[in-house]
């Protein structure tokens, strides 16, 4: 019998391809009736570059992103308080991605229904539940049909009706007060091209990176994010990539981060539109495979996006399940031994992130410190203990650059259910 995936996000589809490459029949079920590519931009670290790589999409990848070469923090008032290389210029053995979310959907996508065929993922398909059988667990779908399989993953995302099942009594995801607002601009590079910028503090903040490469004119197709905090306690309106948002709600508090290297406010009225999505996470589960059900991706670590962490994971979460597949069978044990190599990791870095530890904390202590004006950071905060903080996320989120680099392939080439 198939493994049965419930999502066709960039979880699902990961997965499907990690199946594919390793001779294990599949089938993906995905709610959307027409796959779109939906979002804004994104990072893949080197972790999960290294998985897609070892799937044969290094060309791919490089068709619709951008190699990130520089990734710095700035204070409010523009004033460069750490600055270190990205992917292959840091040491890693394979580059990092900034690229379009819904462009690496779709072409992840494109490259499983040329090599598993269109039938292999079927649209118009929602998840509502799974059932447990003798050998096997079986989805269930909203249109009322009952898919029987080995297996069944849930890939479908922070609403997750899998995870819902499993915990009944979790709820709603838990907002933190923070409001993101998403868009992309057309606009000249910064600090050398290829370069993201965290800028601002926890209560005001804005993330800046390129994900196309620069036109005659030197413009790129910039991707921004403004994120503006707000009593968690009052209500807001439910997260929702498609929601546009209007910038006179955010951009006066933006007006006057206008330095010699970016224009924020120009960077906000440049966007065609503005989507806004709070910045929502859940408590870590204690587990999350029951019997021949297991959860990835969003569905088993929604987290909140500040360490550029969460598609990558979901990327690794997928080989790490084909990666026990090989070793224990199509079977429960190896969902078992997926989940007792990743759930760790995941709940470290969704906590940390919760603290203000992950790598973008620094900039709330620079701000507690001095206000964000300094001549000199080093009289602020030694190079050294920045240097510290930056190694430490990558530690905890599993891409650090000796071990990443030292760390054999999670799927050896060939290798195949036998």
Not at 71 to 85: A, D, M, N, Q, V
Not at 89 to 103: D, F, I, L, N, T
Not at 326 to 347: C, F, I, M, Q
Request: proline share 6%.
């Amino acid at each position: 019998m198939s493994i049965l995936i419930a999502g066709g996000g960039i979880a699902g589809l990961s997965l499907g391809l990690t199946l594919h490459q390793i001779g294990v029949p599949f089938r993906i079920f995905e709610a959307a009736r027409t796959l779109k590519p939906m979002g804004v931009g994104i990072n893949l670290q080197p972790n999960a570059v290294r998985e897609l790589l070892n799937l044969g999409l290094e060309a791919e990848l490089d068709a619709i992103g951008v190699r990130t070469r520089q990734l710095g923090f700035y204070s409010k008032l523009g004033r460069t308080i750490w600055e270190e290389p990205r992917g292959l210029g840091a040491g890693y053995a394979w580059p990092q991605y900034s690229v379009h979310r819904g462009e690496l959907q779709m072409m992840l996508y494109r490259a499983l229904a040329e090599r598993a065929g269109p039938d292999c993922l079927e649209t118009g398909a929602r998840a509502a539940g799974f059932e447990h059988m003798g050998g096997g667990a079986a989805l269930l779908l909203a249109d009322g049909r009952r898919i029987e399989g080995a297996l069944v993953v849930a890939a479908d995302g922070i609403h997750s009706a899998l995870r819902a099942q499993m915990v009944p009594d979790e709820g709603a995801p838990i907002w933190n007060g923070r409001i993101l607002w998403r868009g992309t601009t057309r606009a000249p590079e910064f600090k050398g091209g290829a370069a993201m910028a965290m800028i601002g503090h926890d209560h005001l903040r804005l993330v800046a990176y390129p994900i196309s490469a620069p036109d005659a004119e030197g413009r790129v197709t910039m991707n921004w994010i403004a994120e503006k905090s707000f009593d968690p306690s009052a209500p807001w309106r439910r997260e929702d990539w498609n929601r546009p948002a209007d910038i006179n709600e955010f951009l006066p508090d933006f007006e006057g981060w206008q330095f010699d290297w970016i224009d924020v406010p120009k960077l906000i009225r440049g966007a065609e539109v503005v989507y806004e999505y709070p910045m929502v996470d859940r408590d870590p589960l204690v587990r999350w495979t029951v019997g021949n059900v297991t959860l990835m991706g969003d569905a088993a670590h929604p987290t909140y996006p500040v360490g550029s962490n969460g598609a990558s994971q979901a990327i690794v979460d997928a080989r790490v399940i084909g990666a026990k597949l090989l070793d224990h069978g199509v079977t429960s044990a190896a969902l078992k031994a997926y989940e007792a190599e990743v759930r760790p990791v995941t709940t470290a870095v969704g906590l940390a992130n919760r603290a203000g530890g992950g790598p973008d904390g620094v900039l709330q202590r620079v701000e507690d410190l001095c206000g964000g004006d300094f001549a000199d950071i080093s009289e602020v905060i030694p190079q050294a203990e920045l240097a510290a903080h930056a190694a430490k996320y990558k530690s905890i989120a599993g891409f650090s650059i000796e071990e990443l680099n030292a760390r054999p392939p999670t799927i050896p080439a060939g290798a195949r259910i036998s």
